[in-house]
C-alpha cells in the first residue's frame, strides 16, 4: 500500500491549490479517505473526509472554501483523493498529509508524505 501525495507550494491569499494524494495497492482497501494538516507547534488537525459512498465532512475553519473529492479508478487500481483550496489563507499554511482507512479494519490506517502549503499575504 502506497499513498502519493502532490500539488501543494506556494499560493497569494484569495488564491487557490488542487493537492491530490494517489493510493495503491487495491481500490478495494480502503474506506474513509482523509485530509489532515500540521503546522509548527500546533496539533495536527484533520482538514476534511470523505467515505467511499462519498459522504464529506469538514472542519468549521475551511468549511465553505475547501471540497474534498475522490475518483475510484478500478480499471487502474487507483484511489484518489483530492483537496480543491480556494480563497486560501495564510492561516492555511501547513504540511497537509492524507490518510486512508482500511476498508476491512478502521484501525488500521495508511499515510502520505505530507505536501506544503504556503499561502503568502
Known amino acids: 500500500v502506497q499513498l502519493q501525495a502532490s500539488g501543494g507550494g506556494l499560493v497569494q491569499v484569495g488564491g487557490s491549490l488542487r493537492p491530490s494524494c494517489a493510493a495503491s495497492?487495491?481500490?478495494?482497501?480502503?474506506?474513509?479517505m482523509a485530509w489532515y494538516r500540521r503546522t509548527p507547534g500546533k496539533q495536527r488537525e484533520l482538514v476534511a473526509s470523505i467515505s467511499r459512498g462519498g459522504s464529506a465532512n469538514y472542519a468549521d475553519s475551511v468549511l465553505g472554501r475547501f471540497t474534498i473529492d475522490r475518483d475510484i479508478d478500478r480499471e487502474n487500481a487507483k484511489d484518489t483523493v483530492y483537496l480543491y483550496m480556494n480563497s486560501l489563507k495564510p492561516e492555511d499554511t501547513a504540511v497537509y498529509y492524507c490518510?486512508?482507512?482500511?476498508?476491512?479494519?478502521?484501525?488500521?490506517?495508511?499515510w502520505g508524505q505530507g505536501t506544503l502549503v504556503t499561502v503568502s499575504s
Open positions: 490518510k486512508a482507512v482500511s476498508a476491512f479494519n478502521d484501525r488500521i490506517d495508511y
Open positions: 495497492g487495491g481500490v478495494f482497501l480502503f474506506g474513509t
